[in-house]
């Protein structure tokens, strides 16, 4: 058994971590709120958004399609790996290494090349795969305008052929302890064509086709900006749980360390005792 010194220590030291981790707890629970208020609001618009372009893109009559809803065979792929600058939010980078790993195995017959968001993705990523672009100053400032940035490089690089595809894998947000992680492709934008797909009861002012070239890269931008939000929330969510598990491991470890310190303690002084009574019926022999 170690003795008392150690065992204080050791108290002492795991008690620092868990006002550590409490603290942490507390911080990511306030950011969360605000994270999720975030992209709760955005969803809605971003997947009306999607849905109006790809209903507009499936009635368009034109023979000269958009640039970014031209459907080519697959050689090159883009794919945007969304992770986290920092860690100790439990499985949230993990899980999006694990899935750019899978998605490159699944496609091999495809060339794909990452374009990584979040310093723990890219450091993990760019010792196993080929990083054509990395971006970790976007969570420090998480604007439409900054991530608008981003999107407009790789549509350029769709637009002049570089790739035949964009996709992009990251954290949807659920609730707090859960994160879902999805797979999406941004470009190019596949048009919905049903039965019921018209735009003969509709009046365009302007054209159909103007309409289109200009929400098409706002969309594209807007899908960009949701997964980042998404990813965000689901940051905050992940390092919340995390440090509230590792709060209360770190609260049963310290009570067990407190019990075998009091039975340490206990042992020594029932020795003391044995010695001192020992030591007088000696002396009284």
Do not use: W
């Not at 002492?12 to 994270?35: C, E, F, H, Y």
């Not at 993990?94 to 998605?103: D, E, F, T, W």
């Not at 019990?259 to 303690?265: D, F």
Request: glycine content about 4%.
């Amino acid at each position: 058994m170690a003795n008392l010194k150690e065992i204080r220590n050791r108290i002492a030291s795991v008690s620092s971590t868990m006002q550590i981790t409490s603290a942490m707890k507390m911080v990511s629970a306030a950011k969360l709120k605000k994270a999720q208020d975030a992209i709760t609001a955005m969803r809605p618009y971003s997947d009306k958004l999607t849905e109006l372009i790809q209903n507009l893109s499936g009635s368009l009559d034109g023979d000269t399609p958009n640039p970014f809803t031209q459907v080519r065979p697959v050689n090159k792929v883009l794919l945007v790996a969304v992770t986290s600058n920092r860690g100790l939010c439990g499985g949230f980078n993990s899980n999006i290494i694990k899935a750019v790993n899978q998605y490159v195995a699944d496609h091999s017959n495809y060339e794909v090349h990452l374009l990584t968001l979040g310093k723990k993705g890219d450091d993990i990523l760019a010792k196993k795969h080929s990083v054509a672009l990395n971006n970790n100053r976007i969570y420090d400032e998480l604007t439409f305008a900054n991530s608008s940035e981003i999107a407009q490089g790789f549509m350029d690089s769709f637009a002049n052929k570089e790739y035949d595809k964009v996709e992009v894998i990251y954290n949807s947000f659920k609730n707090a302890a859960t994160q879902l992680v999805l797979t999406e492709t941004i470009l190019p934008i596949e048009a919905e064509v049903t039965e019921t797909t018209s735009a003969g009861d509709y009046l365009f002012e302007p054209t159909q086709e103007e309409i289109i070239s200009e929400l098409l890269p706002k969309s594209i931008k807007m899908q960009l900006y949701k997964a980042l939000r998404d990813s965000f929330a689901s940051e905050h969510g992940a390092r919340m749980t995390a440090m509230h598990k590792a709060t209360d491991n770190a609260t049963e470890l310290r009570d067990q360390l407190k019990l075998t310190y009091n039975k340490a303690r206990q042992a020594a002084i029932t020795n003391e005792i044995l010695e001192i009574v020992g030591g007088a019926e000696a002396l009284n022999g």
